[in-house]
């Protein structure tokens, strides 16, 4: 049985119920066990990052985070900022109306804007002025996405304060996949991002930042990368579907998220997981990557291997995102 969650608008209890689910009833030891199989989706990106919002706030949040819909590179800082806030990430695009009535629905009194007008443009803070008031709408933008993830990571260790231990991821801002894997760490921990150029080998960071994780191998983060007074460790696979299962894996040995609401995404694009990466560290569960057409071989052994600690799979899109060939894959090694 289906339902689709493609209406972004009404009540917040409206939205919770709105999901695509089945389940799946599979045995451990002697008790039947059921993992449900949950899609999560709209009728575009915009609507799809809504109806996450939606599932994840179910009773309403008092500040969101918003970012353009149409890249990626000022929104890979914006998991842990809603987890500073601990509100939900909207993506927005040039007609603001439905993330207005989504910051209505949610109650909320606060928006942190991503980046400059050439991602979020003016009218769209003009709109959220006149919601909101100006003492309730920051944009936080420099003068190119190094920065701007800096100048994030700032707030989010500002609006930490004594909760902020320390922690900061360092990507790739020549790509997404690796930052994404790690944004439902990112939300759950309030661990901020930084994004490394190409080649670059050191990186200036909040004087609070006392441990680095990497993310990536040596190809998309130099090997030679270091910070004075910063210990690093590097997560990575030989793609970013093996440094997915990696983080993954990371966040539930090490940093107390769990296998048993985890999430599928398409890892080669980026609109669903910014916002699902704040579900997932709302639930405390994690996110694997994956193409859209096949299973992936390392998402698929994490999820054969965690399998008995599954009680909930979640598919971020629709079917012409996730395919049933996936999902039946899926279901296959549940079973």
């Given at each position: 049985?289906?339902?689709?969650?493609?209406?972004?608008?009404?009540?917040?209890?409206?939205?919770?119920?709105?999901?695509?689910?089945?389940?799946?009833?599979?045995?451990?030891?002697?008790?039947?066990?059921?993992?449900?199989?949950?899609?999560?989706?709209?009728?575009?990106?915009?609507?799809?990052?809504?109806?996450?919002?939606?599932?994840?706030?179910?009773?309403?949040?008092?500040a969101?985070?918003?970012?353009?819909?149409?890249?990626?590179?000022?929104?890979l800082?914006?998991?842990?900022?809603?987890?500073?806030?601990?509100?939900?990430?909207?993506?927005?695009?040039?007609?603001?109306t439905?993330?207005?009535?989504?910051?209505?629905?949610?109650?909320?009194?606060?928006?942190?804007?991503?980046?400059?007008?050439?991602?979020?443009?003016?009218?769209?803070?003009?709109?959220l002025?006149?919601?909101?008031?100006?003492?309730?709408?920051?944009?936080?933008?420099?003068?190119?996405?190094?920065?701007?993830?800096?100048?994030?990571?700032?707030?989010?260790?500002?609006?930490?304060?004594?909760?902020?231990?320390?922690?900061?991821?360092?990507?790739?801002?020549?790509?997404?996949?690796?930052?994404?894997a790690?944004?439902?760490?990112?939300?759950?921990?309030?661990?901020?991002?930084?994004?490394?150029?190409?080649?670059?080998?050191?990186?200036?960071?909040?004087?609070?930042?006392?441990?680095?994780?990497?993310?990536?191998?040596?190809?998309?983060?130099?090997?030679?990368?270091?910070?004075?007074?910063?210990?690093?460790?590097?997560?990575?696979?030989?793609?970013?579907?093996?440094?997915?299962a990696?983080?993954?894996?990371?966040?539930?040995?090490?940093?107390?998220?769990?296998?048993?609401?985890?999430?599928?995404?398409?890892?080669?694009?980026?609109?669903?997981?910014?916002?699902?990466?704040?579900?997932?560290?709302?639930?405390?569960?994690?996110?694997?990557?994956?193409?859209?057409?096949?299973?992936?071989?390392?998402?698929?052994?994490?999820?054969?291997?965690?399998?008995?600690?599954?009680?909930?799979?979640?598919?971020?899109?629709?079917?012409?995102?996730?395919?049933?060939?996936?999902?039946?894959?899926?279901?296959?090694?549940?079973?």
């Open positions: 049985m289906w339902n689709r969650c493609s209406d972004a608008k009404g009540a917040v209890e409206d939205h919770a119920a709105d999901l695509v689910s089945s389940s799946v009833s599979i045995a451990v030891g002697a008790a039947p066990k059921t993992t449900d199989l949950v899609e999560i989706a709209g009728a575009n990106r915009v609507e799809t990052a809504i109806a996450m919002a939606m599932k994840a706030f179910p009773s309403g949040a008092d969101v985070v918003l970012a353009t819909a149409y890249n990626w590179p000022d929104a800082g914006g998991s842990a900022l809603a987890g500073a806030v601990d509100g939900p990430m909207l993506l927005v695009g040039s007609d603001p439905p993330v207005l009535d989504a910051i209505d629905d949610l109650g909320a009194t606060k928006a942190y804007i991503l980046g400059g007008t050439g991602a979020v443009s003016g009218a769209v803070e003009d709109a002025v006149a919601t909101l008031g100006a003492d309730n709408v920051t944009r936080i933008a420099g003068g190119n996405r190094y920065e701007t993830a800096s100048l994030v990571a700032d707030k989010v260790i500002e609006l930490a304060g004594g909760a902020y231990d320390g922690t900061a991821f360092f990507a790739t801002g020549a790509n997404f996949p690796d930052a994404l790690a944004s439902p760490l990112a939300a759950a921990k309030i661990w901020p991002v930084y994004l490394v150029a190409p080649g670059a080998t050191t990186a200036t960071v909040n004087d609070a930042v006392t441990s680095g994780i990497i993310l990536g191998g040596p190809g998309v983060v130099s090997g030679d990368f270091a910070i004075d007074g910063v210990t690093m460790t590097r997560l990575a696979g030989d793609n970013r579907y093996e440094t997915a990696a983080v993954a894996a990371y966040g539930v040995d090490t940093a107390g998220l769990g296998w048993n609401k985890v999430a599928l995404t398409l890892g080669t694009n980026y609109p669903d997981a910014l916002a699902g990466g704040v579900l997932q560290g709302k639930d405390g569960s994690v996110l694997l990557l994956t193409p859209g057409t096949t299973l992936d071989p390392a998402a698929e052994a994490a999820l054969s291997a965690h399998k008995d600690d599954i009680t909930e799979v979640r598919f971020f899109g629709g079917t012409s995102v996730i395919s049933q060939a996936v999902r039946d894959a899926v279901r296959d090694i549940l079973n």
